[in-house]
């Protein structure tokens, strides 16, 4: 099985337009995003080492906040006033 470090998948996810940086694929990395990626110990210190097939199918998080549901489905509530005391 082939692995490259964060910085050659860095490059990998560029080919295919994936633009993040490098302190975003080290974060995927710590939170498992990456499947079968292991934590080298090396004499410069730890280096995590992704498989490459994992990189090629990986598929980046959305971001931005999901579609409320029920404000989609049901018109909304008007607002409440408040009395001023």
Known sequence: MKTVTTKQ???????????????????????????GALLEETER???????VESVRTFEPP?????PDSQTEAAPAKPARKRKVA
């Open 9 to 35: 998948a860095q490059r990998l996810l560029s080919e295919r337009g994936i633009e993040v940086s490098y302190p975003t694929i080290a974060q995927w990395t710590r939170e498992g995003r990456f499947s």
């Open 62 to 66: 959305k971001v931005g906040r999901p």
């Open 45 to 51: 210190g730890p280096v995590w080492r992704i498989p």
